[in-house]
């Protein structure tokens, strides 16, 4: 009976504290690995991050969401890290290295004039459902309720909104936080900042 007792005291802890450890990944927060460089210059390869599960979406968060049932060629649960650009109800457009957001220009500082030329494209959201084939909102105009509209920063290289299109809600497991010890001190207040100035002044 004493050496049970004994055997109890080590493995409640234990058993508590896993159990601690698996509520905070599941309702609090995570730690992620950002994988390839579609986020660049911000975020880079095996990179680790907080994904922050009860942080609000704003415009432009950087978030972490499951591809799976969202890129058609994700056939399994994947991670992704893109940044919010179109919130539920928004028009989005691009033109010349800008995006327009329900006709205003948006604040992009958190890339250079050449990455935002590099690889943005011209389009508005009609025009690249219809050339990719959204499998959803073929056609359409604005950002369905429940839904977000995401870029990557490199967008030269990122697979992203433009090419499968919108980010249900239910998707998205949290915000990505860049700890102190990780990046540089810019590319940390470009994803840790909420976007009070997301338009161009």
Not at 157 to 165: A, E, L, P, Q
Request: hydrophobic content about 35%; overall charge positive.
């Amino acid at each position: 009976m004493k050496a049970f007792r004994e055997t109890m005291s080590w493995i409640v802890p234990i058993v508590i504290g896993l159990l601690i450890a698996l509520l905070i990944k599941q309702f609090v927060f995570q730690i992620v690995r950002v994988d390839g460089p579609s986020m660049e210059p911000n975020l880079v390869n095996n990179e680790r991050v907080f994904c922050l599960k009860t942080a609000k979406i704003h415009h432009g968060s950087v978030v972490v969401f499951d591809a799976n049932g969202v890129d058609p060629q994700v056939a399994q649960k994947t991670d992704y890290v893109k940044r919010v650009i179109g919130m539920p109800g928004d028009k989005v457009q691009s033109k010349n290295g800008n995006i327009y957001v329900n006709g205003k220009k948006i604040n992009q500082n958190y890339i250079s004039m050449d990455q935002r030329k590099a690889g943005t494209g011209d389009w508005t959201l009609k025009s690249i459902s219809v050339q990719n084939s959204w499998l959803k909102h073929n056609g359409t105009t604005t950002v369905p309720k429940g839904e977000y509209f995401v870029l990557g920063d490199h967008r030269s290289v990122s697979n992203d909104g433009r090419y499968w299109g919108f980010v249900p809600k239910s998707k998205i497991d949290g915000v990505v936080k860049v700890p102190s010890w990780s990046g540089t001190k810019t590319t940390r207040q470009n994803v840790n900042k909420e976007w009070q100035h997301f338009y161009a002044n």
